[in-house]
C-alpha cells in the first residue's frame, strides 16, 4: 500500500472509530458496554480520534513523514484488525449479559445473603408496611447495606433476569443483574432469590419485574436476602441493565 | 443499517470485547501523545547530558526516568537506543526500558484507575517493575560491561525511525506522531481484547476459581498468559481487573509486571535491540523475580 493510501486508511478508519463511538452515544448503547461514570472521558477519546483522524487524511501530500506503519502484511491485519470493533459495534445491537455470562457457575451459589451477624450495619429498621416500597435493584442493595437483615418486611419492586435453578426450588428463581465498576469486563453477578406466592412460569434469561416483601431465607448456613413475591410480570430489558 | 443480534454466547463475547477496546482507547490515546511529546520536545543529547556515568546512580535513575520520558512499551525501544546512541550505557538503557513502560505518571494513574483508587497495587506494582529493572541493570553493568550501546537501528521499527523522531516544532508533528504509535500499538490492544473476551465467555469459571485461588499455582498460569496477551501498559491493568475477581493479588501484579517485560509484541525488537546475552539475562532473571515476588505477596498478603 502506497504511503498516501496508508494514510487514508489510518485517518478514515480513525474516523470510524470515532463515528463509532458517537453512534454508541447517540442509540444509548454505551450503556451496556460502559459505566455511565466514564461518559465523559469516553466523549473525549471519540474528539480526539476525530482530530487525529482528520488530521491524518488532511495530511495525506506528506508522504515521509513517520513511513504510514512497518511491514505491508503487518499494517494491512493492523487494519482489518482495527476493522472488527468497529463493523461489530456498527451492526450489532448489543443484549445485557445473561447466564452464559456465569461460566457454567450455579446461581444458587451466587445469591445475596445478609451479613453474618444477621444485624443491622448501622441507620435503622425499617419495616413498616406503610412506607414507599423501595424501587429498583441498585436502591435495594443501598438499603440493605444500611439497615441490613432488619429490613425484612419491607415492600420491593425489583428488575432483573430470571433464573430457575435444580438446586432451588420449583417455586424459585433467582433474579440477576450484572455489577460493573468500569465495562462490563469486569462484570460481577448479583442473585437475588425470588419465592412465588402462585404458579411459576418463568423461563432462564427472562427480563421479569418482581413486586414482593422482603425476607429471609436459611440456605446451607447463610441467610439469604429473599423477596416474597406477590407479582411477577414480564417486561423489557431496561435502558441499563448493568448496576 | 438493519439491527444484528447475536446468539447469548457470541453477545457476550462481543459486549465484553468492545467494552476491553472502548474503555482502553484514553489510556491508549494518553500514553501514545505523552510519548508523542517527548519524541518531539524532548532531545536526546539533553537527556543523556544530564545521566551520572557511575553504574548504580545511573541504574536508579534510568529505572525512574520514565516520570519524566513517559513512553510506553511500545514507544520505550526506538527512545532508549536513541539515547544509547548518544553515549547512555547500554545497562542503563535497559534498566530504563525495563522500568518505563509501568513506572510513568500515565500508566500508574491507569491503574489507580482501574483499581478503583487501591494505591496499595499501584505501589506493589511499580516496587515490582522497579526491583526486576534495578537488578537486572546492575548485573547487566556487572555481566556485560563492555556492552558500550544498543544495537543501532538500520530500519525503521514499529514505524519510528530515529530520522522521524527528530523534534518538529508543530502540532501537527505532535499529531502525526501519536497518530504513529497509535497504530503501533492499537494492533495488540484489539487482539487481547479478544483473547480476554474469548477467554472469559468460553473457559469455565470454575477452573480458573481453581487455578486463580493458589498463591503459587494463580502465579505461574498468569505470567504466560500476560506474555500471549502483549497488552500495552496504558491498559493492561484494565485486563488485569477482570482477572482480579478469580486470582490471587500476586498473580495479578505478576501479571501486570512480566507482561511489560517479556511479551510476543517486543520480543523480537527487544532480541534485536539488546543482542541475544543481555536479553537472556532479562528473560530468565525477570521471570525468576516475578515469580518469586507474586508468591511473596500472596504468601505474606493475610498478615498485611
Same mark, same amino acid.
Given at each position: 500500500?502506497?504511503?498516501? =493510501?496508508?494514510?487514508? *486508511?489510518?485517518?478514515?478508519?480513525?474516523?470510524?472509530?470515532?463515528?463509532?463511538?458517537?453512534?454508541? #452515544?447517540?442509540?444509548?448503547?454505551?450503556?451496556?458496554?460502559?459505566?455511565?461514570?466514564? @461518559?465523559?472521558?469516553?466523549?473525549?477519546?471519540?474528539?480526539?480520534?476525530?482530530?487525529?483522524?482528520?488530521?491524518?487524511?488532511?495530511?495525506?501530500?506528506?508522504?515521509?513523514?513517520?513511513?504510514?506503519?512497518?511491514?505491508?502484511?503487518?499494517?494491512? /491485519?493492523?487494519?482489518?484488525?482495527?476493522?472488527?470493533?468497529?463493523?461489530?459495534?456498527?451492526?450489532?445491537?448489543?443484549?445485557?449479559?445473561?447466564?452464559?455470562?456465569?461460566?457454567?457457575? @450455579?446461581?444458587?451459589? &451466587?445469591?445475596?445473603?445478609?451479613?453474618?451477624?444477621? =444485624?443491622?450495619?448501622?441507620? +435503622?429498621?425499617?419495616?413498616?408496611?406503610?412506607?414507599?416500597?423501595? @424501587?429498583?435493584?441498585?436502591?435495594? /442493595?443501598?438499603?440493605?447495606?444500611?439497615?441490613?437483615?432488619?429490613?425484612?418486611?419491607?415492600?420491593?419492586?425489583?428488575?432483573?433476569?430470571?433464573?430457575?435453578?435444580?438446586?432451588?426450588?420449583? @417455586?424459585? #428463581?433467582?433474579?440477576?443483574?450484572?455489577?460493573?465498576?468500569?465495562? %462490563?469486563?469486569?462484570?460481577?453477578?448479583?442473585?437475588?432469590? %425470588?419465592?412465588? +406466592? =402462585?404458579?411459576?412460569?418463568?423461563?432462564?434469561?427472562?427480563?421479569? !419485574?418482581?413486586?414482593?416483601?422482603?425476607?429471609?431465607?436459611?440456605?446451607?448456613?447463610?441467610?439469604? *436476602?429473599?423477596?416474597?413475591?406477590?407479582?411477577?410480570?414480564?417486561? %423489557?430489558?431496561?435502558?441499563?441493565?448493568?448496576? | 443499517?438493519?439491527?444484528? #443480534?447475536?446468539?447469548?454466547?457470541?453477545?457476550?463475547?462481543?459486549?465484553?470485547?468492545? +467494552?476491553?477496546?472502548?474503555?482502553?482507547?484514553? #489510556?491508549?490515546?494518553?500514553?501514545?501523545?505523552?510519548?508523542?511529546?517527548?519524541?518531539?520536545?524532548?532531545?536526546?543529547?539533553?537527556?543523556?547530558?544530564?545521566?551520572?556515568?557511575?553504574?548504580?546512580?545511573?541504574?536508579?535513575?534510568?529505572?525512574?526516568?520514565?516520570?519524566?520520558?513517559?513512553?510506553?512499551?511500545?514507544?520505550?525501544?526506538?527512545?532508549?537506543?536513541? &539515547?544509547?546512541?548518544?553515549?547512555?550505557?547500554?545497562? !542503563?538503557?535497559?534498566? $530504563?526500558?525495563?522500568?518505563?513502560?509501568?513506572?510513568?505518571? *500515565?500508566?500508574?494513574?491507569?491503574?489507580?484507575?482501574? $483499581?478503583?483508587?487501591?494505591?496499595?497495587?499501584?505501589?506493589?506494582?511499580?516496587?515490582?517493575?522497579?526491583?526486576?529493572?534495578?537488578?537486572?541493570?546492575?548485573?547487566?553493568?556487572?555481566?556485560?560491561?563492555?556492552?558500550?550501546?544498543?544495537?543501532?537501528?538500520?530500519?525503521?521499527?514499529?514505524?519510528?525511525?530515529?530520522?522521524?523522531?527528530?523534534?518538529?516544532?508543530?502540532?501537527?508533528?505532535?499529531?502525526?506522531?501519536?497518530?504513529?504509535?497509535?497504530?503501533?500499538?492499537?494492533?495488540?490492544? *484489539? /487482539?487481547?481484547?479478544?483473547?480476554? !473476551?474469548?477467554?472469559?465467555?468460553?473457559?469455565?469459571?470454575?477452573?480458573?476459581?481453581?487455578?486463580?485461588?493458589?498463591?503459587?499455582?494463580? %502465579?505461574?498460569?498468569?505470567?504466560?498468559?500476560?506474555?500471549? &496477551?502483549?497488552?500495552?501498559?496504558?491498559?493492561?491493568? $484494565?485486563?488485569?481487573?477482570?482477572? !482480579?475477581?478469580?486470582?490471587?493479588? =500476586?498473580?495479578?501484579?505478576?501479571?501486570?509486571?512480566?507482561?511489560?517485560?517479556?511479551?510476543?509484541?517486543?520480543?523480537?525488537?527487544?532480541?534485536?535491540?539488546?543482542?541475544?546475552? /543481555?536479553?537472556?539475562?532479562?528473560?530468565?532473571?525477570? +521471570?525468576?523475580?516475578?515469580?518469586?515476588?507474586?508468591?511473596?505477596?500472596?504468601?505474606?498478603?493475610?498478615?498485611?
Amino acid at each position: 500500500m502506497s504511503g498516501l =493510501g496508508s494514510r487514508l *486508511v489510518r485517518g478514515g478508519l480513525l474516523l470510524w472509530l470515532a463515528a463509532l463511538i458517537g453512534k454508541l #452515544f447517540v442509540s444509548g448503547e454505551m450503556i451496556k458496554y460502559m459505566s455511565p461514570a466514564l @461518559d465523559p472521558l469516553t466523549a473525549v477519546t471519540g474528539g480526539v480520534l476525530a482530530v487525529m483522524g482528520a488530521l491524518e487524511l488532511w495530511r495525506g501530500s506528506d508522504h515521509a513523514h513517520h513511513g504510514a506503519g512497518s511491514g505491508g502484511i503487518e499494517q494491512g /491485519l493492523t487494519y482489518l484488525l482495527v476493522l472488527v470493533p468497529i463493523v461489530l459495534g456498527a451492526t450489532v445491537t448489543p443484549r445485557a449479559l445473561g447466564s452464559s455470562a456465569l461460566g457454567g457457575e @450455579d446461581v444458587s451459589r &451466587l445469591l445475596l445473603a445478609y451479613a453474618p451477624s444477621g =444485624g443491622p450495619s448501622g441507620g +435503622s429498621p425499617s419495616a413498616a408496611s406503610g412506607e414507599e416500597p423501595i @424501587d429498583g435493584v441498585a436502591e435495594l /442493595l443501598a438499603y440493605l447495606e444500611r439497615v441490613g437483615e432488619s429490613g425484612a418486611g419491607r415492600r420491593v419492586r425489583a428488575v432483573g433476569m430470571a433464573l430457575p435453578s435444580d438446586r432451588l426450588g420449583v @417455586d424459585e #428463581f433467582a433474579l440477576l443483574r450484572f455489577s460493573i465498576a468500569h465495562c %462490563v469486563a469486569d462484570a460481577r453477578p448479583v442473585g437475588l432469590l %425470588v419465592i412465588a +406466592s =402462585g404458579d411459576l412460569v418463568v423461563r432462564a434469561d427472562q427480563w421479569v !419485574a418482581v413486586e414482593g416483601v422482603l425476607g429471609v431465607r436459611e440456605r446451607e448456613g447463610d441467610r439469604l *436476602v429473599t423477596i416474597l413475591a406477590d407479582r411477577i410480570e414480564p417486561t %423489557v430489558e431496561p435502558p441499563n441493565p448493568c448496576l | 443499517m438493519p439491527a444484528l #443480534f447475536l446468539p447469548s454466547r457470541l453477545n457476550e463475547l462481543f459486549v465484553i470485547f468492545l +467494552s476491553i477496546v472502548l474503555q482502553s482507547l484514553p #489510556f491508549v490515546l494518553i500514553g501514545v501523545f505523552a510519548s508523542a511529546a517527548v519524541q518531539q520536545y524532548v532531545s536526546e543529547r539533553t537527556v543523556a547530558r544530564w545521566l551520572p556515568r557511575r553504574p548504580l546512580p545511573v541504574v536508579l535513575l534510568g529505572s525512574v526516568f520514565g516520570f519524566v520520558a513517559p513512553v510506553c512499551d511500545c514507544g520505550v525501544i526506538p527512545f532508549a537506543r536513541r &539515547l544509547s546512541a548518544k553515549g547512555v550505557p547500554a545497562y !542503563a538503557a535497559t534498566t $530504563f526500558i525495563l522500568a518505563a513502560p509501568v513506572v510513568n505518571p *500515565v500508566v500508574l494513574i491507569s491503574t489507580a484507575f482501574a $483499581f478503583q483508587g487501591d494505591w496499595t497495587i499501584v505501589g506493589l506494582r511499580m516496587a515490582m517493575t522497579l526491583s526486576v529493572a534495578i537488578v537486572v541493570g546492575l548485573l547487566a553493568s556487572v555481566l556485560f560491561p563492555a556492552v558500550t550501546g544498543l544495537t543501532p537501528a538500520a530500519l525503521p521499527i514499529s514505524g519510528s525511525s530515529l530520522e522521524e523522531m527528530r523534534p518538529r516544532q508543530d502540532l501537527q508533528a505532535l499529531v502525526g506522531h501519536a497518530t504513529a504509535e497509535f497504530y503501533d500499538v492499537i494492533f495488540f490492544i *484489539v /487482539l487481547g481484547a479478544l483473547f480476554t !473476551a474469548a477467554t472469559q465467555t468460553f473457559v469455565p469459571r470454575g477452573d480458573l476459581a481453581a487455578i486463580g485461588s493458589r498463591p503459587v499455582g494463580s %502465579v505461574l498460569a498468569l505470567m504466560p498468559v500476560a506474555t500471549l &496477551l502483549s497488552i500495552c501498559s496504558e491498559a493492561d491493568a $484494565f485486563v488485569a481487573r477482570a482477572f !482480579a475477581t478469580t486470582f490471587t493479588l =500476586g498473580a495479578i501484579l505478576a501479571f501486570m509486571t512480566i507482561g511489560q517485560i517479556i511479551d510476543l509484541r517486543s520480543g523480537f525488537l527487544l532480541v534485536r535491540t539488546l543482542r541475544m546475552r /543481555l536479553t537472556m539475562l532479562v528473560v530468565g532473571v525477570s +521471570s525468576v523475580l516475578v515469580f518469586v515476588e507474586g508468591v511473596l505477596v500472596n504468601l505474606v498478603r493475610p498478615w498485611l
